[in-house]
């Protein structure tokens, strides 16, 4: 029998006091928990705890919003919006404008759920590879879907023919192999950086507790941001490829 994952105080949480409606969930879509007293395993709870910083945080930066006096809270998500904007302009460039939302939303989201394993008692939940996976698939289908709204059926699927009809045969199965690899690749890359950054800094914090967990520590915030930054700046070259219409 594997063994059960220990349980943060924040999944704890909802082990005690969700258990029943989670099992009840579970059960209903045919896939009952390994372990009934714990259904909820501690990436999703983290995930959980995740939208709920963000709604709240929004929430609060909402009410305080102010053309005349904005705050530095104000301030700094406006230079982030600046900041999307410009690199979906870059990436994009016809109608960017549109895809911005998305892009802020899945910067945002990511870089919360990697920045919160930094906290003493949470984990990061991109550190499980269904997280990661989880927002490759959604990438992928977004793209294509903006891909057919933009362009068409017909003019869309032309993307797999190549430039000239005669390389079709061949360049058909290229791009359908190419396109079904990005979600394994944006899966591997977040997963795969995250987890080893927590693995590292773990492993230093049980050497000493001066100042060389600190520096990798900080480290680990940077490679927060960075992966953040990759997959959103990853699925904007993929939704410019989708929606490109000179090709």
């Known amino acids: 029998m594997q063994e059960h994952e220990v349980d943060l105080w924040f999944t704890k949480l909802f082990n005690d006091f969700l258990a029943a409606p989670a099992n009840a969930v579970l059960n209903a879509i045919g896939k009952p928990a390994a372990d009934p007293a714990h259904p909820w395993p501690n990436w999703f709870a983290m995930e959980v705890l995740v939208v709920l910083i963000i709604m709240l ?3 609060y930066l909402k009410a305080r919003l102010s053309a005349d006096r ?3 809270l104000q301030l700094t998500f406006e230079a982030i919006y600046q900041f999307i904007a410009g690199q979906a302009h870059d990436a994009v460039e016809h109608g960017s404008k549109q895809y911005v939302p998305f892009f802020g939303a899945l910067f945002i989201f990511i870089l919360f759920m990697n920045l919160i394993g930094v906290i003493p008692g949470f984990e990061s939940p991109t550190m ?6 989880a927002l490759a698939v959604c990438v992928f289908l977004y793209y294509h879907f903006m891909g057919f ?29 190419s396109h079904l690899a990005r979600p394994l690749s944006l899966t591997i890359r977040l997963f795969a950086n995250m987890f080893a950054g927590e693995k590292v800094t773990l492993t230093f914090l049980s050497l000493t ?6 520096v990798f520590m900080g480290l680990h915030v940077f490679v927060a941001f960075l992966q953040a930054f990759i997959f959103m700046l990853l699925a904007m070259i ?10």
């Open 238 to 247: 993929y939704v410019g490829g989708a929606v490109a219409h000179e090709h």
């Open 128 to 133: 499980t590879p269904a997280v990661p996976c």
């Open 209 to 214: 507790y001066l100042l060389i967990p600190a």
């Open 57 to 59: 945080l929004f929430g």
């Open 149 to 177: 709204r933009e362009l068409g059926p017909g003019k869309y699927l032309l993307h797999f023919a190549g430039p000239v009809w005669w390389l079709a045969p061949i360049m058909i199965p290229i791009e359908l192999i």
């Open 70 to 72: 904005p705050g530095k």
